[in-house]
Structures are given as C-alpha cells and as structure tokens.
Nanobody, 120 residues
Framework: QVQLVESGGGLVQAGGSLRLSCAAS????????MGWYRQAPGKQRELVAT???????NYATSVKGRSTISRDNAKNTVYLQMNSLKPEDTAIYYC??????????????WGQGTQVTVSS
C-alpha cells in the first residue's frame, strides 16, 4: 500500500553533482524516518544518509561533508543533494521510509532504486 518513486539518478563526471528525490505515497499515516541507501556490484547495501521527520540526520562517513539530506514532510518527500561526486559513489541508490500505515503497521518500505554512475 506504500509506493516510493525515486528520481534524479544519472551519469556525471567526478566532481559533479546530483540531486536525488523520493516521493512516498499510498496508505501512509505518519513517517518516522526517511533515507537513502546504496549498493554497488559485489557489495552489501549500505546507509548513505537518513533524516527523521523532526530533522535529525545521520550520514555515512564516506559522504559526510559532500551530501545533504532534506525532506518535505507535507509531500512525504526526501532529497539527497550530492556534490563533489567520486567514482566510488557509483551504485544503485534506494529510498527507504520507516512509517506507520493505515493498516496499523510500522515497517520499512523500499523504492526500486535509481542508478548513479560517476565517471573519471
């Protein structure tokens, strides 16, 4: 009953920037946290950044200082601004929402992923 639509991925050169967006819709009553995770080939999925609905943030050390996570609670949307991108940032980026639904469940919900590729 929860749908997450990601956008903003693409191909950029090292040093460039991207802004990822994730819009959640469906049977959402309240969101506890939103975030981004990424997975490169042959690697485990790892946390990139998270933000609670009251503004608390958490970043992976590898992106700290280069990335900013933000949200629009009214639109159930989370953004990830990534600057000074490096080839090591290449991965599929997945949106994650922790939320209560109309059915009374509290759970994690995942988007289908958006590809970020950094060249050079």
């Amino acid at each position: 009953q929860v749908q997450l639509v990601e956008s903003g991925g693409g191909l950029v050169q090292a040093g460039g920037s991207l802004r990822l967006s994730c819009a959640a819709s469906g049977s959402i009553v309240s969101i506890y946290a939103m975030g981004w995770y990424r997975q490169a080939p042959g690697k485990q999925r790892e946390l990139v950044a998270t933000i609670t609905s009251v503004g608390g943030t958490n970043y992976a050390t590898s992106v700290k200082g280069r990335s900013t996570i933000s949200r629009d609670n009214a639109k159930n949307t989370v953004y990830l601004q990534m600057n000074s991108l490096k080839p090591e940032d290449t991965a599929i980026y997945y949106c994650n929402i922790q939320a209560w639904t109309q059915g009374g469940e509290f759970d994690n919900y995942w988007g289908q992923g958006t590809q970020v590729t950094v060249s050079s």
